[in-house]
């Protein structure tokens, strides 16, 4: 379970509320989430504890997922 020390801290980083941020900060977490399971391989266990964790965690409520936002339909596209 060491793995999941540096696995945990990404549920925790705030999503921006300004909708013109919500790409890069997408972007960084999905190079951030490739580049730990390529460097440090994390074990089986903790690689499914994590996915089940954002799994739960996107899908419990509308705007909790950390790789989408709050935005519903034209609100977001217009800025």
Do not use: D
Not at 1 to 6: E, F, K
Not at 8 to 29: G, R, S, W
Not at 48 to 56: D, N, P
Not at 58 to 70: A, E, K, L, Q, T
């Amino acid at each position: 379970m060491y793995c999941l020390q540096c696995l945990l801290p990404v549920l925790l980083i705030p999503k921006p509320t300004n909708p013109a941020l919500m790409e890069t900060h997408v972007m960084f977490i999905v190079l951030y989430l490739v580049g730990f399971f390529l460097e440090r391989k994390p074990c089986t266990i903790c690689s499914l504890v994590f996915l089940t964790a954002v799994s739960l965690i996107c899908y419990s409520g509308v705007g909790n997922c950390i790789f989408w936002g709050n935005c519903e339909g034209h609100l977001c596209e217009n800025g």
